[in-house]
């Protein structure tokens, strides 16, 4: 099984910034795509980032150009720079990882509990 730890989260101020990571352990055989997706109270969960095993990625256009995803191969882990934060990214992200655990078995999605970010003054 593969597990996520997921941090970086809490309360900003509008114009401010976070870092969230998510952390991937366990038996893995293989990460593909890794990403962030997010839901806000009484919303559909939506795609914030993903990027792929070669470094390709993918923004949603609420986001382009304020949120940046990155990883770390080495240490199976996927990053979300998020910046010029508003009230409207008010919601609880999720890591999710596309990922094999042994050779013998087939990829799986695998998703984070979910952390709040809030933006607030």
């Known amino acids: 099984q593969v597990q996520l730890a997921e941090s970086g989260g809490g309360l900003v101020q509008p114009g401010g910034s976070l870092r969230l990571s998510c952390a991937a352990s366990?038996?893995?055989?293989?990460?593909?795509?890794m990403g962030w997706y997010r839901q806000a109270p009484g919303a559909q969960r939506e795609l914030v980032a993903e990027?792929?095993?070669?470094?390709?990625?993918n923004y949603a256009d609420f986001v382009k150009g304020r949120f940046t995803i990155s990883r770390d191969n080495a240490k199976s882990t996927v990053y979300l720079q998020m910046n010029s934060l508003n009230a409207e990214d008010t919601a609880v992200y999720l890591c999710?990882?596309?990922?094999?655990?042994?050779?013998?078995?087939?990829?799986?999605?695998?998703w984070g509990q979910g952390i709040q970010v809030t933006v607030s003054s």
């Open positions: 999710n990882v596309n990922a094999k655990y042994a050779m013998w078995r087939a990829s799986n999605l695998f």
């Open positions: 366990g038996s893995i055989f293989s990460l593909n795509a």
């Open positions: 990027i792929t095993s070669d470094g390709r990625t």
